[in-house]
């Protein structure tokens, strides 16, 4: 089943799965509590857990021997005991996948159907990631119990759990309403970015660039659109990288994905709320909508939500409009205009069901700048800028910046209002950015 180098040959791989799963058993619950010690160092813990793998695995070749069974080359043990450190310290067979940086996605069907995007390959299949369906199910819950905020369920009463991996990444798991166990990641491949990097990258102009970062220092209400995966999360943090480092920011989130909690050189003073899902009784829940207003009790510069996916609509557009100038959000959209129509449904479905002369007011009042990414050509990119501009009766009035040119990239359509430009100007910009020309 080895080859000589010890490389795997056919049923290689199931026997190395079922000496995974022998040596766990061996090493029993001693690995666990020194696993779960937080008193102890994670790279102490770490150590002792592969010294107990090796006395384990040294046993089980001293039985092979007296038994006259196969003896697992040095390559294989080594796999193994890589593989028993991954389930106990990481996500089992997933974290090969998560330590390979060219990965951007990461996509389980089941057990065994395992796809993933990587930086030049869409939907490339890789091998399993568990021995069963039963052991991936084992993998979320594992990964439920400890990583984020607190503890999430997951089972036949909550088959559905969203998660930060220590990593950054996200990463959704379904199960008992799909026909197989499922596992969505999306990494964050740009986990401390400014933009400036996302210029080199390509997603949008220098001279672009420079009039957002204005925006976010003259304190404009900001709102990111895209698409699934089209990059807003990373660009949400590329703005709140121009921020200040003193100003106190609140960050609300369905699940901590921003991190800028984590960055404590680049943002000193910063609370990240997560919503939470109901306990088993069906009670404890906190609501996105209740941790915006819960955060506008907490004296923020600035209040900024991960994604505004329902009725947080409301608070949020309150807290732009209240005196917490320079807030962000980002929303599911496909187009800078359609930003209006997502938020008049989100807020006509809140519990004060707002009419949608009421919704465009509210908005009106709140978002100064929206800006739209996408993928063209399977890169990410700025396509549009608009700038609100008020209201006139019944809806909001605005006008586009910038608009979608020949290749989808944004190139200039109205520019900014003259005094939207002097306000940039005012708080920093170069005046020659705007030589072109402006609206009145």
């Not at 957002?212 to 895209?226: E, S, T």
């Amino acid at each position: 089943m080895y080859g000589s180098d010890g490389s795997l040959e056919a049923g290689a791989a199931e026997r190395e799965r079922a000496v995974v799963a022998a040596v766990r058993q061996r090493v029993g619950s001693s690995l666990a509590s020194w696993a779960a010690d937080k008193d102890l160092p994670v790279a102490e813990r770490e150590a002792r857990a592969r010294e107990m793998i090796a006395d384990a695995l040294a046993e089980l070749t001293r039985n092979a021997i007296a038994g006259g069974g196969e003896v697992l080359p040095r390559e294989a043990e080594a796999r193994i005991a890589e593989a028993v450190i991954n389930v106990l310290f990481g996500l089992g067979g997933l974290q090969p996948l998560l330590d390979d940086q060219s990965i951007e996605n990461i996509y389980v069907n089941s057990h065994d159907v395992v796809f993933v995007d990587t930086v030049s390959e869409k939907g490339k299949r890789v091998g399993p990631v568990a021995g069963s369906n039963e052991e991936l199910i084992d993998m979320i819950r594992l990964a439920a119990a400890r990583t984020g905020v607190e503890e999430r369920r997951f089972d036949r009463g909550s088959p559905e759990v969203n998660l930060q991996l220590a990593d950054g990444s996200r990463m959704h798991a379904i199960a008992w309403i799909t026909p197989t166990p499922t596992i969505t990641i999306r990494r964050h491949r740009f986990t401390r970015v400014r933009l400036a990097g996302l210029v080199e990258l390509g997603t949008l102009s220098s001279e672009i660039s420079a009039q957002i970062a204005a925006c976010v220092l003259a304190r404009k209400n900001i709102v990111i659109a895209g698409s699934t995966n089209a990059g807003k999360t990373t660009f949400l943090r590329a703005l709140a990288a121009e921020i200040a480092p003193h100003e106190r920011l609140i960050t609300i989130e369905d699940t901590l994905e921003l991190g800028l909690h984590k960055a404590p050189d680049q943002h000193h003073n910063v609370i990240a709320l997560q919503s939470r899902e109901p306990n088993t009784e069906g009670e404890g829940a906190i609501t996105q909508a209740q941790c915006v207003r819960a955060g506008l009790r907490m004296s923020p510069d600035r209040v900024i939500v991960g994604e505004v996916r329902g009725d947080e609509v409301l608070p949020m557009l309150a807290a732009m409009s209240q005196g917490n100038d320079g807030s962000m959000t980002t929303v599911h959209a496909n187009s800078t205009t359609g930003v209006f129509t997502r938020f008049a449904t989100y807020a006509a479905q809140a519990p004060e069901r707002l009419s949608m002369e009421a919704a465009n007011m509210a908005i009106a009042g709140a978002v100064d700048v929206v800006i739209h990414l996408a993928k063209v050509g399977g890169r990410r990119v700025l396509t549009g800028v608009l700038e609100v501009e008020g209201f006139d009766g019944t809806q909001a009035t605005y006008h586009k910046v910038y608009e979608p040119g020949p290749t989808g990239a944004a190139v200039l359509a109205h520019g900014w209002r003259s005094q939207t430009v002097t306000e940039l100007i005012d708080a920093g910009a170069d005046e020659a950015l705007f030589a072109r020309r402006w609206t009145t």
